[in-house]
């Protein structure tokens, strides 16, 4: 099984820890977004991270890949059983891809950590100001209201919360961390995730690709524990994509 | 069991759509989006429509709702069985829902249908025009070679067939139609789907909206077939919404 993306992307770090959870041997092809060549593009169409290829098999969206992976290998469970708790876990993985995505990604990881080194762009500062001291803090008076008291939602942790910490991950990278006296039960609960080893195993892979240059990016990535692909999706220059929509 | 939502917006019909095939007894809130009150914001967080209620619980975005629905009433069936063709409906459904609801909702329909009425801003007929001309065209390129010749993908409509039915649907009262001759497959593929009498049905109450004054609305959607509540989440007046990011 091959997974392309990056290890920094919150979406390619969700599979990981998935496939790491599940005991699913697998490599990566770590190209990172916007530096897809052309049969990246026939693989994933709107040229987004992850893809996942077994065999004949080829999928895109870390959520559906999630969903993949745990029905065609179902224990340990990243899913509660019951309807309406399975419900409520894509409705929190749902608001974590689409909130926390725009808001820790696209407008503050992004733009702070990515945009400069790949595109030479500064960040917008007023906006990063609206994200980091309206929006984000309106997102965690959510988060905070879902929290369990301990533990896990469902009794053994699941994509969503895998998820959720992924996003958190990325806003630390870029310098933003939760205030824990604010949101005591999501700054806990969000800590207990990134806690369990298939997600702290993560962590050197994000240092990795953070402090070499791209040419050692391989090297530094294996020496991290990594377990690459030879073959690559990806090219040397960045090029224009969809995924700046 | 009630929605809440627009009859208009493709993301609440998909959802009548599969309560119609289930043969699930409902009633609909008809509010717009950008109308909604306080406690549509406190069921909804990030303010979207559609919102299932079924006594305690409350489920928000689409794909979710109608995952639940067949998880719950599983015959007649909306998703196809195997993993990977579950997977393959998954992507389908989310390609529709994330782009060509950017594409069909966010810079046709809206722009040229709801911002001149609700906002009174007129649309960017640069922007119209790549969309037309170029974006449209490409995801239509990709929904060609996902065609089935015939039928349905997976021996029955599933619920990702009818979302993207749903998206055409509005890029035609938008005054936007596929060209038969240079998307054959697609063209008769969505005809398929928004024939089936489910789909069809819907079509009246979107009339009802279109042609009516807001204070006739609701007459106009009962005299139609519309099944309505009596409470409703939405106000006389719209607001700022996080739904225009």
Redesign the interface.
């Known amino acids: 099984m091959l997974i392309v993306g990056s290890h920094v992307s919150p979406y390619v770090r969700k599979v990981l820890v998935a496939l790491a959870i599940k005991g699913i041997a697998h490599e990566v092809d770590p190209i990172t977004p916007f530096y897809g060549n052309d049969e990246f593009s026939r693989l994933s169409?709107?040229r987004r991270i992850p893809v996942l290829i077994d065999g004949d098999?080829v999928?895109?969206?870390s959520?559906?890949?999630c969903?993949?992976l745990d029905?065609?290998y179902p224990d340990p469970p990243l899913m509660p059983r019951a309807?309406?708790d399975?419900?409520k876990a894509?409705?929190l993985e749902?608001?974590a891809d689409?909130?926390l995505g725009?808001l820790c990604i696209w407008r503050l990881f992004f733009r702070k950590v990515v945009a400069p080194r790949v595109f030479k762009r500064e960040p917008d500062l007023e906006d990063l100001k609206l994200v980091t001291e309206v929006e984000l803090p309106a997102a965690l008076d959510?988060i905070e209201a879902q929290a369990p008291a301990d533990e896990f939602l469902f009794g053994h942790v699941c994509t969503a919360e895998i998820g959720l910490a992924c996003f958190f991950r990325n806003a630390a990278i870029a310098g933003w961390e939760m205030d824990p006296a604010r949101w005591p039960k999501a700054a806990a609960w969000v800590a207990r995730v990134q806690a369990i080893p298939e997600f702290a195993a993560t962590m050197p892979m994000e240092k990795a690709i953070l402090t070499s240059p791209n040419a050692e990016r391989r090297d530094a990535l294996i020496a991290a524990g990594a377990r690459l692909s030879e073959e690559t999706y990806g090219e040397p220059e960045p090029r224009a994509s969809i995924m700046l929509?």
Chains 1, 2 share one sequence.
Do not use: Q
């Open positions: 169409p709107l098999l999928l895109n969206d959520t559906i890949i969903e993949y029905e065609t309807p309406a399975r419900a894509r409705w749902e608001f689409s909130r725009d959510w929509r």
